[in-house]
């Protein structure tokens, strides 16, 4: 990942507040904003390359038999290849998070120059607090989780398209 800029907190919490005013109710967004809010984190502009795709986890999470990341997560590449296909072609009863998955897919429809609020970190529990097996410090976790899950199944289609995107750190980096 390369780092573009160091961002006053103030503004990530911003853009993520304006994205969640935007987009269907998250009821563990408001209590996550709030937790970066109080904190004393580090919070970088950094553009997403192909070499990161692999290092970038999703949370355990589970959809019944559609999607299912296991408890020690799943690289955003690998998601791709396992479900993209699955969400292009979904068409039953949509639970809210397939919903979030298929309106980001929208999104991506242009994704040069895109910016979304999505954000990942280096620290697991600055990303989805409780969620993530902590694997160190050669990966990141993604803290904007459908949107990631649904540009894992985009880069699959269309194939890799730079992101910018918000990082939070625990400690500063250079």
């Known amino acids: 990942m390369k780092i573009k800029s160091l961002v006053e907190k103030d503004i990530f919490i911003k853009d993520w507040s304006v994205d969640q005013a935007n987009s269907e109710i998250d009821i563990n967004a408001t209590d996550r904003i709030q937790f970066h809010a109080n904190s004393s984190f580090f ?10 795709i692999n ?6 999470h589970i959809h ?30 949509e639970s809210i998070c397939i919903r979030r998955i298929k309106r980001a897919l929208e999104w991506f429809g242009d994704a040069k120059g895109v910016k979304l609020f999505m954000y990942v970190s ?19 976790y993604a803290g904007s989780t459908h949107k990631f899950a649904a540009y894992s199944a985009w880069i699959m289609k269309n194939g890799f398209v730079p992101l910018t995107l918000y990082m939070a750190s625990e400690t500063a980096l250079s």
């Open 43 to 52: 919070y970088y502009e950094i553009e997403l390359e192909e070499s990161d």
């Open 55 to 60: 290092k970038l986890y999703l949370p355990h």
């Open 64 to 93: 019944g038999s559609f999607v299912s990341v296991p408890p020690s997560g799943m690289s955003v590449s690998q998601f791709g290849q396992t479900y993209s296909d699955a969400i292009y072609n979904y068409n039953q009863d």
């Open 122 to 140: 280096n620290a697991p529990n600055l990303a989805v607090k409780g969620h993530y097996m902590d694997m160190g410090n050669s990966c990141y």
